[in-house]
């Protein structure tokens, strides 16, 4: 294996570059909007729940949603890691690349998203003759932007023909019009395995790119320096407090996470494949290293077993899914607010997305 850390954004010039403009730190401020969203939902999750709405509010929105879903021929649709009471007004609860693909199969005229503003665009871009609806429009994955054409570019221009530029999915499309191909953290071995050349530049996810170059011996890759902050705050000290607690778990942990986390896991996968590693397996307890919202998909397929599950004692909390609350659902379908237009040069993010499904299904 070789792995190539000084790429894209690895000096520190270009990285005192990008907090001068105000794009991306290593130690990454949350906003002010973030902030308050991840302390409203740590203070919900130590509570025991997702949303600050009564039983009885939760129910009139959801009677409402199912009304104006059949008027207006509409299907809702959820990420794993918004609250569980958003995921429960939705007819499909998935990972983004799932939604997006299964918008495009949907027999309907809206789509309403619940997770990140990346991922209302993948369902456009999938399906463009729908009207995409997104919740809370400021929902923002900070990752989906950590990369700069610049550095693509002087890459490129480095290593010539023999170079693949690998894009995570989770990132916005125009990040995925500067790329080759695309690939999920399920297909990216298999991916990469596939491609000719032997350099890869890894974007904008540092710590899959890094996990991915791990088990890819031949290839030469070469890592920027994105990276999930929700998965970056789960910390090393707080898993071992965790495997002391609970000696017989099973360590489960999502490669956005650091190596030092991924050092400590019995099993590593994507949030699909971690909820059906947990439902398939013998164990009973888990700990799981992802985002808390995962929990209601695992409860979901784990119903009636004696399965347990763990989080870290700082939450993995998503302050953007976060903010997709039950009461944003039924707004855009009510206003029609956060309607999704067309990324620019649909055709340019489009073509990596088909030469990844291309490469997958070798
Ligand atoms: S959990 Fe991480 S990768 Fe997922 S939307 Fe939030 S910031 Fe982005």
């Known amino acids: 294996m070789s792995v190539e850390n000084q790429g894209a954004l690895a000096d520190d010039q270009r990285a005192d570059d990008q907090r001068a403009d105000g794009q991306w730190s290593d130690d990454r ?4 909007l973030e902030q308050e969203s991840l302390r409203q939902a740590t203070r919900r999750y130590q509570q025991g729940r997702g949303s600050d709405l009564s039983a009885e509010e939760l129910a009139r929105i959801s009677a409402r949603v199912e009304e104006l ?24 609860v998935g990972d983004s690349f799932y939604l997006a693909r299964l918008a495009k199969t949907l027999d309907c005229e809206t ?25 809370e429009p400021r929902a923002h994955c900070p990752m989906a932007y950590m990369v700069r054409k610049q550095d693509v570019d002087r890459i490129r221009e480095q ?25 999920t953290s399920s ?3 298999k991916v990469i395995r596939e491609l000719p050349q032997h350099n890869i530049l890894f974007i904008p996810d540092m710590n899959l790119g890094r996990y991915v170059a791990e088990q890819l011996p031949d290839k030469h890759v070469i890592l920027n320096r994105g990276y999930c902050p929700t998965h ?29 986390i991924l050092d400590e896991a019995d099993y590593i996968g994507s949030t699909k494949q971690i909820i059906e590693h947990i439902a398939a397996s013998d164990a009973h307890e888990f700990i799981v290293l ?3 919202g995962v929990a ?20 993995p909390i998503c302050p953007n899914m976060a903010m997709v609350t039950p009461d944003k659902v039924l707004a855009c379908l009510e206003t029609g607010a956060g309607e999704v237009e067309l990324p620019a040069d649909p055709e340019g993010a489009m073509a990596p997305l088909e030469r990844m499904l291309e490469l997958a299904a070798r």
């Open 29 to 32: 401020d949350y906003t002010p």
């Open 69 to 92: 879903k059949r008027e207006q021929h509409a299907v809702v649709l959820a990420h794993y890691y918004v609250p569980a009471e958003t995921q429960a007004l939705a007819d499909y």
């Open 111 to 135: 789509i309403v998203l619940a997770g990140v503003s990346f991922m209302c665009e993948s369902v456009k871009l999938l399906s463009p003759q729908r009207r995409v609806l997104n919740p």
């Open 159 to 183: 290593y010539g023909d023999d170079l693949a530029v690998v894009d995570y999915i989770n990132s916005t499309a125009e990040i995925k019009s500067w790329s080759d191909v695309c690939v």
């Open 187 to 189: 297909n990216a071995l």
């Open 232 to 260: 970056n705050r789960i910390i090393p000290a707080q898993v071992e407090a965790l495997e002391l607690a609970h000696p017989e778990a099973e360590v489960c942990a999502h490669p956005e996470c650091t190596r030092e």
């Open 290 to 292: 992802t985002v808390v």
């Open 296 to 315: 209601a998909e695992i409860a979901r397929q784990t119903a009636g077993q004696d399965k347990r599950v763990y989080f870290p004692a700082t939450p």
